[in-house]
Every structure is written in C-alpha cells, then in structure tokens.
C-alpha cells in the first residue's frame, strides 16, 4: 500500500460537480492499494498516517501528529501511485488492485482512522475527481506499507 500524505490547510474533492469531502488543518491522504495488501496493510497505514509527526510544535519544530492537533483527513484512492512507467511512455498499472479488492481496503483505512479518532472525509472510490489543496509547507510524505506486514 502506497500514500502521498499532504500537510494542507485546506483540501475538498468535487465529484460531478458535487463536493463530497473538504478539510481544514490536516492531511490530504492520496491511497494506492496493491494487490498484494491486505487488511492489515489498511491498519498499518492508518495508525502509521494517524501517528505522522509532521505538525509545528511550540517550538516550531515538525514534532505533532493529526492525533496531537485534531487535524482532519481527506482521503482519495488513486489507483495511479501503483504505476510503473520503467519501460516505454505509458505506465503499468499491473501493480494496482483490482476495484473488488481495493474498494474494500479504502474503506478499512478510513473506518481505521476514525476508530483512532481522525475525522475523516471522502473522495468518490472510482470516479472522476477534481481535488482542490492548499499545501501548507509544503510538506509532502510518501508513506509505503509493504503487503504481509
């Protein structure tokens, strides 16, 4: 399992010209679900993203985490951060669960993070979406869980 975390100040999703999901203060959490994970990826990733100590302290060091500040999370699965674009012009997407067992795990992460007490809101798994952010850093995380751990 693959995340691209983003420290946002704000971050929405439009689906048909509908928002479905919008934060202040916290993450945008973009997830690759491969094929090979598993629920206990969804969980490790969740507790690893919920736990992320990238927030200013008092000293003005990176020293908080989502649970220390009350951030939120968007979260958005993109299938697309499981591409590989080694060889030739167009990417491989081989990596990548299919949607019957990546839909499954998407929701676990989330159900995981708000049971560690994230408030969590969403994109649309499987649809077009349009995502709006303001990078507050910028600081961004690429988290990598690796199936069977």
Do not use: W
Not at 18 to 23: L, N, V
């Amino acid at each position: 399992m693959r995340a691209v975390v983003q420290r946002v100040s704000f971050a929405k999703v439009v689906v048909a010209g509908e928002t479905t999901g919008e934060i202040g203060d916290g993450f945008l959490v973009l997830l690759g679900v491969g094929h090979d994970d598993d629920e206990a990826s969804a969980k490790k990733m969740a507790g690893k993203i919920a736990r992320l100590r990238v927030f200013k302290d008092a000293d003005d060091k990176m020293n908080l985490s989502l649970l220390d500040t009350g951030g939120g999370v968007l979260a958005v699965s993109q299938f697309t951060l499981l591409a590989d674009a080694s060889r030739g012009n167009r990417p491989s997407f081989a990596a990548a669960a299919n949607p019957g067992t990546a839909e499954p795990l998407y929701d676990l992460f989330c159900r995981e993070m708000v049971m560690l007490g994230v408030r969590v809101e969403r994109g649309v798994f499987g649809a077009h979406m349009d995502v709006t952010l303001n990078n507050s850093g910028p600081v961004t995380i690429i988290v990598d869980v690796p199936a069977g751990e």
